[in-house]
């Protein structure tokens, strides 16, 4: 069984490019959620999604980010006009319902880098 | 801000020693406590979990304790193996939702 696919891996941008990360979650689970990690930091949560639905985007900027997780295809996390600050390793996790016990399973990350 | 803080950024042990990770937290009204590993370069993933109202829950080679008086949680592991070095988050849920807050993480530096 597949576990979460996050691609691409590595991605580099110059400022004001756009990046989209993707990520497809575990064959069966509707609930994902994207997190952003700075080097040598914890995980700070970004969005939590269901099929179609943003449920809690608390944790996105306001502007340049968002996030879709269509009916069909992977969950977009696109990133407009990037700048420095944006580098990070950007994670998809993915759950298969709420009321869980905070057992959330994980890519392996995207790393954008921003020259 | 953060719900859940951790007292020390690196541990180093001795390879077949026990470790200790220590972690406060500061939200009362979370649901549950986890503790995740991420190894280099890789996805955190999910070690065990403690329900707000235990103390003490046992997995393979590794326990977790939770004082409520406190706000401590604590992440034993048994034997340590070079494979357990990583960095160890805690981490906390609550909100209903699989809303999972993480703290900043420590270093576990097995020594051979």
């Known amino acids: 069984n597949a576990g979460v696919m996050q691609n691409p891996r590595h991605l580099v941008r110059r400022r004001g490019q756009e990046a989209r990360l993707r990520c497809s979650p575990v064959?069966?689970?509707?609930?994902v959620y994207w997190y952003r990690q700075l080097p040598e930091e914890g995980l700070k949560f970004m969005v939590y999604l269901q099929k179609e639905n943003i449920i809690d985007e608390s944790g996105m900027p306001k502007e340049r980010f968002s996030a879709e997780f269509p009916k069909e295809g992977p969950s977009i996390l696109r990133i407009q006009q990037v700048v420095r600050g944006d580098s990070a390793a950007y994670f998809c996790?993915?759950?298969?319902?709420?009321?869980?016990?905070?057992?959330?399973?994980f890519g392996e990350g995207s790393r954008l880098t921003v020259l | 801000g953060e719900s859940v803080g951790l007292h020390l950024p690196t541990l180093s042990v001795q390879e077949g020693d026990n470790s200790i990770i220590n972690c406060a937290y500061s939200n009362s009204a979370s649901d549950y406590f986890i503790w995740y590993k991420q190894e280099s370069g890789k996805g955190p993933q999910f070690i065990i979990d403690i329900r707000s109202n235990m103390d003490k829950r046992q997995g393979q080679r590794v326990t977790v304790l939770l004082n409520k008086t406190v706000k401590h949680l604590s992440l034993q592991i048994a034997a340590t193996q070079p494979g357990d070095s990583a960095v160890y988050f805690c981490?906390?849920?609550?909100?209903?939702?699989?809303?999972?807050?993480f703290g900043t993480g420590t270093k576990l530096q097995v020594i051979p």
């Open positions: 981490a906390d849920l609550s909100g209903g939702y699989q809303k999972v807050t």
């Open positions: 064959k069966g689970h509707s609930h």
């Open positions: 996790a993915s759950s298969p319902s709420v009321g869980g016990t905070g057992e959330l399973f």
